[in-house]
């Protein structure tokens, strides 16, 4: 199970960071990461991290602004949003997916890729 929380009302130009607390099982072997859905839009990749190689995949949308990180010992993953601008609008979902530990790839942006959802984190960005 993901629990994703940190969203809420932030003015434009503000930080937010989302936490995700993965439970059930240990998603150490696991890449994890984020997907977003703005109304009326399709949902896109964000940002995901490697477990393997701590390599990271993000949206050019969100390169420079946004940075993902993680607590394999705490079973979290993070993402730290600055600048925030009022396309950052959306819920925010976080997903983990199983990796051997052979894999040294950088993480998938596809979201059928990913095995486990969390329920998503409402984050509104004021203009």
């Known amino acids: 199970q993901l629990q994703a929380s940190g969203g809420g009302l932030v003015q434009a130009g503000g930080s937010l960071r989302l936490s995700c607390a993965a439970s059930?099982?240990?998603?150490?072997?696991?890449?994890m990461g984020w997907f977003r859905q703005a109304p009326r839009k399709e949902r896109e990749f964000v940002s995901a991290?490697?477990?393997?190689?701590?390599?990271?995949s993000s949206a050019d949308s969100v390169k420079g602004r946004f940075a993902i990180s993680r607590d394999n010992a705490k079973n979290t993953v993070y993402l730290q949003m600055n600048s925030l601008k009022p396309d950052d609008t959306a819920v925010y979902y976080c997903?983990?997916?199983?990796?051997?530990?052979?894999?040294?790839?950088?993480?998938?942006?596809?979201?059928?890729?990913?095995?486990?959802w969390g329920q998503g984190t409402l984050v509104t960005v004021s203009s």
């Open positions: 997903v983990a997916k199983a990796r051997p530990s052979t894999y040294l790839g950088v993480p998938t942006t596809r979201a059928l890729s990913y095995d486990y």
């Open positions: 059930g099982r240990t998603f150490s072997r696991y890449d």
């Open positions: 991290i490697s477990w393997t190689s701590g390599s990271t």
